[in-house]
């Protein structure tokens, strides 16, 4: 069965620091998500990607965030300046339409 | 703004009996309601879904209830296992074009063998 594959599984980094999560979605979906879980919390929505673009963002979605689909198969969230609050699992999504396959995420962790 | 609440935050069922979640949304703009199960670690799976024109759907021992007047739908686990302990997420994905789902806050459900 086709999966979305997220790199890597956890991720360490000191505040302030840049940090890219990596995504591979499944070869013939065309829309991609991101979105986070604080730590026993509910799944929130970050971004959603359609045709090499963003197609909606959350409010969470602030300019120290940024995604790129860079070659056609890897779908990226880049965090510029980590701050405490970041910490949480980041899980990439994709679909054809309406229904998503979410990747196992990467437990980001900010010291 | 568009939420769905889900109930009860958690839940401990005995082994064979049936686990009962509970959610509702607040405006009717909303076409398609999936229930997802998440394990320690994973991310979410999508379980069983259904659409707001019918009012049950059964997948062997997970069935969704939906009830359109009331803005409310529900999974239930027959015979509830051990290996169902998983937190449960409903979701609802608007009609206005977007695919971008609204969770509920999840519930914690174990099963006690």
């Known amino acids: 069965e086709p999966e979305v594959t997220q790199t890597p599984s956890h991720q360490v980094t000191q505040m302030g620091q840049e940090v890219i999560l990596r995504c591979v979605p499944i070869s013939n979906h065309l829309y991609f998500y991101w979105y986070r879980q604080i730590l026993g919390q509910k799944v929130e929505f970050l971004v959603s990607?359609?045709?090499?673009?963003?197609?909606?963002k959350s409010e969470i979605f602030d300019d120290q965030f940024s995604v790129e689909r860079p070659d056609g198969s890897n779908f990226t969230l880049k965090i510029r300046s980590t701050k405490l609050e970041d910490s949480a699992m980041y899980f990439c999504a994709s679909s054809e339409a309406g229904g998503y396959t979410f990747g196992s995420g990467t437990r980001l962790t900010v010291v | 703004q568009q939420q769905v609440k889900q109930s009860p935050q958690s839940l401990i069922v005995q082994k064979g009996g049936i686990s009962i979640i509970n959610c509702a949304y607040e405006n009717t703009a909303f076409d398609y309601f999936p229930w997802y199960q998440q394990f320690p670690g994973k991310g979410p799976a999508l379980l069983i879904a259904?659409?707001?024109?019918?009012s049950e759907k059964k997948e062997g021992r997970f069935t969704i209830s939906f009830n359109k007047s009331a803005k409310q739908f529900s999974l239930h686990i027959m015979d509830s296992q051990p290996g169902d302990s998983a937190t449960y997420f409903c979701?609802?994905?608007?009609?206005?074009?977007?695919?971008?789902?609204?969770f509920g806050t999840g519930t914690r459900l174990k099963v006690l063998a």
């Open positions: 979701a609802a994905l608007p009609l206005s074009g977007t695919y971008k789902y609204i």
């Open positions: 990607f359609y045709n090499n673009e963003i197609s909606e």
């Open positions: 259904i659409r707001p024109d019918v």
